[in-house]
């Protein structure tokens, strides 16, 4: 993991967030590749969502709902998590069911923790809210209290109605949605796993009660497919099945899709059968009737909700740890992002091999030409050799390169991030070769090994 913070900084994926001021707890910014392939990630997303298929529908819901919202989907009462706090020397806080699970080995057990900071003794747990708390409007009483939306889900849940006359959908249909979550998480960590402010690519599918199994099992199989299809590596992903003891208090089942991080196994997104459980509370908060008559059958009835929540900044690391590899080529090391082309943030840099000569000028006709096909960046700086590993170190997966032979006979170097291999082809041919090559299959040369 290490190595990884310190390419996202080297390179400006990602960083601290206000370095200048010593950093704020746990929280990122996100430079202009870590912009450029969070994108991508999110494209990806919404193309599997809504371009693939035609049973789902997009959203966009504020981030600060009616507090109301909160009571009837239980995130008032119930979101919370067992805080401690260390009394010995260093006082700080913890969530008792990590440590229970780090020391005694289940998050369940009974037996004495301690402090892992100082060995101190730990206080008796208390639930401790995860919500983010503000006020709307000029005066902080209360009645103004409102809360940064702990998941975007619930934005869905309350739009049912409007999204069922607009869209003119019937179940099984879905609403998908990307947005930024908040949770006051009491141990942020491991770079951007867990932060207190995050994105989310949720999306809620509603199903007639009696099919909800067999869409669950669906779409388990299709965000697999998701991640595979992107290039992570099968044998680092896994579905792990919640015991009934792990439920969420609106889940009757619920799938983990589990990424092998450096620190472990570890949730990259939740795929849960959420019952009627938000409909029906919402219904009863608010006082609207939240379910589907089908007039063709005559049938009235709640639908059940088919729940992939997946995290952005998640997949983006579990993306960037797949793709990271170092290797040795002709005695020295190389760093390379091998992420699937569709992902990478550049996918081609054209690059003159000297800045004289006339190359830079026609680097630039060639770099234009492909730019209007594809992302592609232009480097004139530093030496040849320095440009290839910066480029494999972004992930860029095809770098063009401009030489004395382009001049003579309009050739130019093609060099392909994973094997190495150069070819020579007309400038010309190049952006529809780019082009061409995008759109094959790619398999992580890390699969070989
Ligand atoms: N609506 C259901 C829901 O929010 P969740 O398992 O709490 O379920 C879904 O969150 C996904 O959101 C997680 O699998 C993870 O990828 C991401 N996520 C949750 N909390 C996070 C945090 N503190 N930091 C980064 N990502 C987080």
Same mark, same amino acid.
């Not at 000569?357 to 992302?375: H, I, T």
């Given at each position: 993991m290490d190595e990884i913070v310190a390419l996202s900084k080297r390179r400006g994926f990602i960083f601290q967030t206000s370095e200048i001021y010593g950093g704020l707890g746990s929280t990122y910014d996100y430079g202009h590749y870590g912009v450029l392939l969070r994108n991508n990630v999110k494209a990806e997303w919404w193309r599997a969502m809504l371009r693939d298929r035609d049973d789902i529908v997009a959203l966009d819901s504020a981030i600060l709902q009616h507090p109301r919202t909160w009571e009837a989907s239980g995130h008032l009462e119930g979101f919370t998590d067992p805080l401690v706090q260390c009394l010995g020397k260093c006082k700080k806080r913890w969530r008792e069911d990590h440590l229970r699970a780090e020391q005694l080995g289940d998050e369940k057990a009974e037996g004495e923790i301690r402090c892992p900071e100082c060995g101190g003794e730990l206080s008796e747990p208390r639930q401790f809210n995860l919500m983010f708390k503000t006020h709307m409007g000029p005066v902080e009483e209360s009645g103004s209290e409102v809360y940064l939306r702990p998941e975007t889900a619930q934005g869905i849940f309350v739009n049912?109605?409007? &999204? %069922?006359?607009?869209?003119? #959908?019937?179940?099984p249909f879905g609403i998908a949605q990307i947005g930024k979550s908040f949770r006051n998480e009491i141990t942020p960590g491991n770079f951007v796993f867990r932060t207190r402010e995050f994105e989310q690519m949720e999306m809620e599918f509603f199903v007639p009660p009696a099919d909800a199994p067999e869409w669950h099992q669906r779409w388990m199989d299709e965000r697999m497919r998701w991640y595979t299809g992107l290039g992570i590596r099968p044998d680092q992903l896994r579905l792990r099945e919640h015991g009934a003891d792990e439920l969420s208090h609106y889940s009757s089942a619920t799938s983990d899709v589990e990424y092998l991080f450096p620190m472990g196994w570890s949730e990259l997104e939740g795929? !849960?059968? /959420? @019952? $009627?459980? $938000?409909l029906t509370q919402h219904a009863s908060f608010s006082g609207e009737k939240l379910e589907y008559f089908d007039q063709a059958s005559g049938d009235r009835y709640v639908p059940y909700v088919i729940e992939p929540a997946a995290g952005v900044d998640r997949a983006v690391l579990a993306f960037m740890v797949d793709a990271y590899e170092v290797e040795e080529v002709e005695g020295r090391k190389r760093t390379v992002l091998r992420l699937h082309p569709r992902l990478a943030p550049v996918k081609a840099a054209v690059l003159p091999l000297v800045s004289k *000569? @006339?190359?830079?000028? =026609? !680097? /630039? *006709? &060639?770099?234009? !030409? &492909? =730019? !209007? #096909? %594809?992302?592609a960046e232009y480097d004139e700086g530093g030496s040849i050799g320095k440009r290839y590993r910066r480029q494999d170190e972004i992930g860029t997966p095809w770098c063009i390169t401009v030489d004395g032979g382009t001049l003579e006979d309009g050739t130019v170097t093609l060099r392909d991030r994973d094997s190495l291999e150069q070819t020579r082809l007309a400038a010309q041919e190049i952006p529809d070769e780019l082009a061409r090559r995008l759109q094959q299959p790619w398999r992580s040369p890390k699969l070989a090994e």
């Open positions: 049912f109605k409007n &999204v %069922l006359q607009f869209s003119r #959908k019937r179940p795929i !849960a059968n /959420r @019952g $009627d459980f $938000d *000569e @006339g190359m830079p000028e =026609r !680097a /630039r *006709e &060639v770099f234009e !030409a &492909v =730019r !209007a #096909k %594809l992302p």
